[in-house]
């Protein structure tokens, strides 16, 4: 997704193995993702969105007196956050240590790399409830063996 006040900014959703830097958008308050290659692009992240930075995660102080913070990790998993508050930024990263960050305050110019794209869940219709072939279906959603199960939002 992309942040609300990203609206009139042109975007695209994510891939696999983009290769993105964090930016601030012409005529926005905003910060977000832009592919490398297209800067004037925002790249727009589904939650649950894995990323990996190429350095650890620095971010703006509350105040420009004060030195960046260092978040530490390089690892994140995108999420939306305020999602109740239209009018506050939602798109945030939420590291290992359980840390969670607002996007628009990363410092401008970090690379990242999309890693994994969440999972999709596969509806079955009604005459396939129970357990089949593919595997057990719980709430209209097929969960197949191969997959884990903690990767599925029913």
């Given at each position: 997704?992309?942040?609300?006040?990203l609206?009139?900014?042109?975007?695209?959703?994510?891939?696999?193995?983009?290769?993105?830097?964090?930016?601030?958008?012409?005529?926005?308050?905003?910060?977000?993702?832009?592919?490398?290659?297209?800067?004037?692009?925002?790249?727009?992240?589904?939650?649950?969105?894995?990323?990996?930075?190429?350095?650890?995660?620095?971010?703006?102080?509350?105040?420009?007196?004060f030195?960046?913070?260092?978040?530490?990790?390089?690892v994140?998993?995108?999420?939306?956050?305020?999602?109740?508050?239209?009018?506050?930024?939602?798109?945030?990263?939420?590291?290992?240590?359980?840390?969670?960050?607002l996007?628009?305050?990363?410092?401008?110019?970090?690379?990242?790399?999309?890693?994994q794209?969440?999972?999709?869940?596969?509806?079955?219709?009604?005459?396939?409830?129970?357990?089949t072939?593919?595997?057990?279906?719980?709430?209209?959603?097929?969960?197949?063996?191969?997959?884990?199960?903690?990767?599925?939002?029913?």
């Amino acid at each position: 997704m992309c942040d609300y006040s990203l609206h009139h900014v042109a975007t695209r959703p994510a891939r696999i193995e983009d290769r993105l830097v964090t930016t601030k958008f012409h005529n926005t308050i905003t910060r977000g993702f832009a592919a490398i290659s297209d800067p004037r692009v925002a790249v727009c992240l589904m939650p649950g969105t894995e990323l990996a930075f190429d350095r650890d995660v620095e971010c703006e102080a509350a105040l420009a007196i004060f030195p960046t913070k260092k978040i530490g990790q390089r690892v994140a998993r995108f999420r939306q956050i305020n999602a109740e508050q239209p009018t506050m930024h939602h798109d945030a990263l939420e590291f290992a240590d359980g840390q969670i960050v607002l996007l628009t305050t990363l410092c401008d110019n970090q690379h990242a790399t999309v890693l994994q794209m969440p999972a999709a869940p596969r509806v079955k219709g009604d005459a396939e409830q129970g357990v089949t072939e593919q595997g057990v279906t719980e709430q209209g959603v097929t969960i197949l063996a191969s997959e884990p199960r903690g990767s599925f939002v029913v």
